[in-house]
């Protein structure tokens, strides 16, 4: 079973950030917490992970809580083409453990 | 990071037949991962292919009814066997690898499978 808990759904305004939640109280010490999204139509695309710091690259932010049991993706300014199914994972990939889907929040970015 | 090509990008098959759907990787990849995503829902993955080793099955899917090859570290099929309007689904595949920005698992644009 997956081992996270989102909202099944947001909306967002065109050009707003898009701060998108993810719930893992029982994210084990060597987890990492990884989004990816599925734009209709396509497989998922990966968008960014992190252990502990917060980290940023030119799709997205992310920001965890100090006990890691939450994190926050955030869209800076969201476009028509964010919108999307984005799913939270929490795993040890560079383990070469298994990616598990949980059911994920669908965002619609509206203008 | 890796590219993946899957064939087909869709089918429309008759129940009782057998489709296999292709996954060529553009390097060579340990692991390779084949999933299921029924209409409206999120994926779930079938097995996890090795080179070199059998399939590895996730609980609910058997080799008889989706046997895997994976002859080299490029290359993976999935058959689906014996089909039936609940298989109708999007399959893809997926590969370990480093993303542009960090480590991350790339997956293909998927087979969307029609069962009549």
């Known amino acids: 079973d997956a081992k996270t808990t989102q909202p099944p759904s947001m909306d967002c305004a065109e050009g707003r950030a898009a701060n998108l939640p993810c719930n893992h109280s029982?994210?084990?010490?060597?987890?990492?917490v990884y989004w990816y999204r599925q734009i209709h139509s396509q497989g998922p695309q990966y968008i960014i992970h992190?252990?502990?710091n917060n980290e940023t690259n030119e799709m997205a932010s992310l920001i965890i809580t100090e006990d890691r049991k939450s994190s926050t993706l955030i869209l800076p300014h969201a476009t028509l083409r964010d919108t999307a199914v984005y799913y939270c994972?929490?795993?040890?990939?560079?383990?070469?453990?298994?990616?598990?889907f949980g059911a994920g929040t669908i965002l619609r970015v509206k203008s | 990071s890796a590219v993946i090509s899957q064939k087909p990008s869709r089918d429309i098959c008759q129940r009782g037949t057998s489709l296999t759907i292709q996954c060529q990787v553009d390097?060579?990849?340990?692991?390779m991962f084949w999933y299921r995503q029924q209409p409206g829902q999120s994926l779930t993955l079938i097995a996890t292919?090795?080179?070199?080793?059998?399939?590895?099955?996730e609980s609910g899917f058997v080799i008889d009814k989706f046997p895997i090859s994976r002859p080299n570290l490029t290359f993976s099929t999935l058959t689906v066997s014996n089909m039936s309007p609940e298989d109708s689904s999007i399959y893809l595949c997926?590969?370990?690898?480093?993303?542009?920005?960090?480590?991350?698992?790339?997956f293909g644009s998927g087979t969307r499978l029609t069962v009549v």
């Open positions: 994972i929490v795993g040890a990939l560079e383990y070469g453990n298994k990616l598990v």
């Open positions: 029982t994210i084990s010490g060597n987890e990492y």
């Open positions: 390097s060579q990849v340990t692991m």
């Open positions: 292919a090795n080179q070199g080793s059998e399939a590895t099955y």
């Open positions: 997926s590969v370990e690898g480093v993303s542009w920005s960090g480590y991350g698992y790339t």
């Open positions: 992190g252990l502990k």
